[in-house]
């Protein structure tokens, strides 16, 4: 599922560099990412990591953590240090270091702000959105708060991954949970917006999309599906899914049946290209992408927005950047990671 991840984290670039259109959009194409997750999670908790939790979780941890921390102190180093504006009140700044360290809970970050006054307000009133700024804006790393979310996931998943009657029934109470959020709740509600409560459907269809695998892989009638065709197949479906869900973003029961339908196709796209070297790395690209973009988007290149040029040129060197940080970080961890799932 590489060229997904890669067209999803080039989204993101482009939706943070100003630029909307059908098919291409952040918000939910993150959406879909957290679908994906689901899948691996499902994926390596049957599979590698049976009857030992603690190395999954520290798996993960080594995955996620080591890229994260050299990109984050190198923009507080070297191009903004955190805002000041978090020393104002200590609970604010003990809450965005402890998330911005750990990377734990930092979708949180989000549903906080800080008035003039120095007074920590929660965001659950919609013009306090627009007059007070949150406290993931102090850190540089807003697009972090998927991470939080994901991290809310993996902490859980061990209980249930092997359970799939467990997965149906966890995600019946989350597709409610989602359903009264969305007509209950502003957008940019806390728990709306950026929240693991809205969001845990996402993974448990990516989980039962992994359950879908496994029959199909024992369909000698699917061995046959090309790689290349089925990538640019899981691309498209990327693309519409993505645009109906903008079209009709208001409406639960359609985002459902959009992310449902790409739930199903990513089982068959994996089975395609699971042997594929190249797939494979080009999907290792994406988290380290999604790391490094938002500093150059928000940061070193703020002048051009809305311009495709640029969102092309940013997505080039989040790409080099990438590269160079998956064989430095990414490759150096990966032998312990394999220590541990053994």
Known sequence: MGWIRLFLAASVVVAHNG????????????????????????????????????????????????SYIIVFLAVLMFVSPMDHIIYTNYTAAILVWL???????????????????????????????????????????????????????????????????????????????????????????????????????LFLLGMLSYYLWRRIKENKRFDGLSPITMSFFGVAVSIVCIAVAWQFFNNPYAIILCYSFFAVSIAFVFNATKKSKVDRWIGELSYPIYLIHWPIVSILITGHRGSWVWSFIIIGLSMIASVLLNFVIDRSVEQYRRTIAS
């Not at 679908?35 to 995955?63: D, H, K, P, Q, W």
């Not at 807003?142 to 998943?157: K, N, P, R, T």
């Open 19 to 66: 630029i909307r259109v059908p098919g291409v959009e952040g918000h939910l194409a993150v959406l879909a990412f957290f679908v994906i997750s689901g899948f691996y999670m499902g994926l390596v908790l049957n599979e590698r990591y049976v009857g030992n939790t603690l190395g999954f979780y520290v798996a993960r941890f080594l995955r996620l953590w080591p």
């Open 99 to 201: 998330s911005s360290l750990t990377m734990l809970f930092y979708q949180t970050l989000s549903w906080f702000g800080l008035e003039q006054s120095g007074d920590l307000v929660f965001l659950n009133i919609n013009h306090l959105n627009d007059g007070v700024s949150a406290l993931i804006n102090a850190t540089h790393m807003q697009q972090m708060w998927s991470v939080g979310v994901e991290l809310c996931f993996y902490i859980v998943a061990p209980m249930f991954a092997r359970k799939p009657k467990a997965i149906m029934f966890l995600l019946l109470i989350a597709l409610g949970v989602f359903i009264y959020i969305k007509n209950a709740l502003f957008f940019h509600h806390p728990l709306d917006h950026r929240s693991a409560v809205s969001s845990f459907w």
